[in-house]
């Protein structure tokens, strides 16, 4: 018996195809739920009002990707996966940018363990991150920002190219 549970956003169902539509689905939900706030919160100024549109386009074409229909040319790039976590990490990108002073402290810890993760440890905007994040009692708050934004975004892109199989130069891309 197959459960199909999604959303109004049609985000987390239990009749996607396979293990990497089930945690981008997951994720892409999430992701809504934290815009969802964002726009109840209310109070946007017209840039933030601007970029919320764009966390949300761009939230839409991720399931987009999650939902078509792959093709053997498509299975063989990963095109529609490379398409769905493209977009997926810059709504990431924007919901950072848009999140208050409070929320900030758990994407702290997100970010600082995926820059672990993905990042060499010579890395300068890894070093940067840890640095100010270690001197802050561990948290992260709105005066490094947009380092944080500059660490997931490298971050992001370095899982990226894992996922395609690049080398960490992505010359094999």
């Known amino acids: 018996m197959q459960i199909n549970n999604p959303d109004r956003a049609g985000d987390v169902a239990g009749s996607k195809r396979s293990s990497w539509h089930q945690r981008a689905s997951a994720y892409v939900a999430e992701l809504q739920a934290e815009l969802d706030g964002i726009e109840v919160r209310g109070d946007l100024s017209d840039e933030a009002a601007r970029l ?3 966390a949300e386009v761009q939230l839409a074409a991720a ?18 996966v490379d398409r769905a976590w493209a977009n997926i990490h810059r709504a990431e990108l924007s919901i950072l940018k848009l999140a208050v002073e409070k929320d900030l402290t758990w ?17 300068p905007i890894r070093n940067a991150l840890e640095s100010r994040v270690e001197s802050n009692g561990r948290r992260l708050d709105g005066r490094f920002r947009d380092l944080a934004v500059r660490a997931l975004r490298a971050a992001n892109d370095a899982q990226d190219l894992e996922l395609r199989g690049c080398g960490a130069s992505g ?3």
Do not use: F, M, N, Y
């Open 52 to 54: 919320l549109e764009k």
């Open 171 to 173: 010359t094999s891309c």
């Open 107 to 123: 994407w702290g810890t997100e970010i600082l363990a995926r820059t672990r993760q993905h990042l060499g440890v010579e890395d």
């Open 63 to 80: 399931r987009q990707a999650i939902d078509a229909r792959e093709t053997p040319r498509s299975l063989l790039s990963g095109a529609t």
